[in-house]
């Protein structure tokens, strides 16, 4: 009887134990990781893409006995595609969950929502996705696995005026995107560089059904592309509207475009014969890339995107530098990521330079019967 008494003691106390400096912590025996995402809205396939790949990283860690001596564990929330609600949850991650690091987000204009509340708590932020050249700009705690947006600008301009020998095009853009108009602008200042000209620049704002208006003044001066750095919903309507109004030149696109969803509906015919500029193709032979597809595959049962192999590379990263650092605590953590060199990442080697980007080449695909076929690799 006494043994028993003592036992459940014991029992009793390590209960206490565990509550108090448990689950608040991560249990001591947990590492906790915070995503935020566009798990809903019209931009739904970035955060659940993103989500997917990270899940994947996680899981491989932890069934390879973990991170330093402990299990990883995510907490993901879905930031509805607002900017606001991305404050709401980046904020609830690092005071509410205490995570020491954040994973997040792949549009540019939540990413710099986010990325304050992590500087100014000093908490590590890796971006997938977000190629605006003032994410990474807002501290020293903020990263990115993926190239800028200056360079694929330079990417899409020499596609066009090398590859498909065309020299007068006309921009469409969304003014309440950052990742949009920013990318505009250096579209525009690279294109003419190059020789090219712009005939037209007309805007939209995120959410709009009907772009007739502006596809007409588009049209009235005779481009022979036109250039949508916008994201997939938008860029749908935007292609069946165009050939409505009897647009009949290729509809030039950027990352954004990438989802499944893009050639949805009517928007299967009218982006035939198009092309974007995006990450990885998924036809790419490099071992790593047909692993994880398969990988993928296995665990979701559909194919991943650009945002699936970034977002996996993005957790990937953060465990190496936590394994170098030796610790999670987050300033040793983001001292170790500023030194990550060559690691061989599903999306290629990935070297953080100076303003904490990654330097990596840009591929552009072709939309074929509403699929992505791979047109050709351009290296920074
Ligand atoms: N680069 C886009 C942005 O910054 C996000 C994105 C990345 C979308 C990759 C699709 C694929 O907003």
Excluded at 143 to 165: E, G, H, M, W, Y
Excluded at 195 to 211: C, P
Excluded at 277 to 306: C, G, L, R, W
Excluded at 340 to 366: F, H, W
């Amino acid at each position: 009887n006494m043994k028993k008494f003592f036992l459940s003691l014991v029992v009793i106390i390590s209960g206490l134990f565990f509550t108090f400096y448990g689950c608040n912590k991560g249990s001591g025996d947990e590492i906790l990781i915070g995503e935020f995402g566009s798990l809903s809205g019209s931009e739904a396939t970035f955060g659940i893409s993103s989500t997917n790949g990270l899940k994947l990283a996680v899981e491989e860690m932890n069934n390879s006995g973990g991170l330093l001596n402990k299990k990883i564990k995510l907490i993901t929330y879905d930031d509805q595609g607002k900017p606001s609600e991305a404050q709401t949850v980046v904020q609830r991650l690092i005071k509410n969950d205490n995570v020491v690091a954040v994973i997040g987000e792949v549009a540019s204009s939540r990413s710099k929502a986010g990325a304050p509340i992590c500087q100014q708590n000093k908490i590590p932020m890796i971006t997938p996705a977000s190629t605006n050249p003032e994410v990474t700009a807002i501290g020293d705690y903020i990263f990115r696995v993926c190239f800028i947006d200056p360079f694929q600008a330079t990417v899409v301009s020499k596609f066009i005026i090398n590859t498909l020998k065309l020299k007068r095009v006309a921009i469409l853009k969304d003014v309440k995107n950052a990742y949009s108009t920013g990318l505009s602008d250096f579209f525009e200042k690279e294109f003419k560089t190059m020789g090219g000209e712009i005939v037209e620049i007309q805007s939209f704002q995120a959410g709009d059904k009907d772009f007739k208006a502006q596809l007409t003044s588009i049209k009235a001066k005779n481009p022979e592309a036109i250039f949508i750095p916008a994201y997939y919903t938008d860029v749908n309507l935007i292609s069946i509207q165009a050939r409505e109004i009897g647009i009949t030149v290729p509809l030039i696109g950027s990352d954004g475009w990438e989802s499944e969803k893009l050639t949805e509906g009517k928007a299967k015919d009218a982006l035939e014969g198009c092309f974007f500029s995006t990450h990885v193709s998924t036809e790419n032979p490099d071992p790593a890339i047909q692993n994880f597809i398969t990988k993928y595959k296995a665990k979701y049962n559909s194919m991943p995107d650009a945002m699936s192999f970034l977002a996996y590379d993005a957790g990937m990263i953060l465990f190496d530098a936590m394994k170098r650092a030796g610790t999670t605590d987050p300033e040793k953590v983001k001292n170790e990521l500023a030194k990550t060199k060559d690691y061989n990442g599903v999306t290629g080697k990935i070297s953080i330079n100076e303003q904490r980007n990654a330097i990596k080449p840009a591929v552009i695909l072709e939309i074929k019967g509403g699929q992505f076929k791979y047109k050709e690799t351009v290296a920074p």
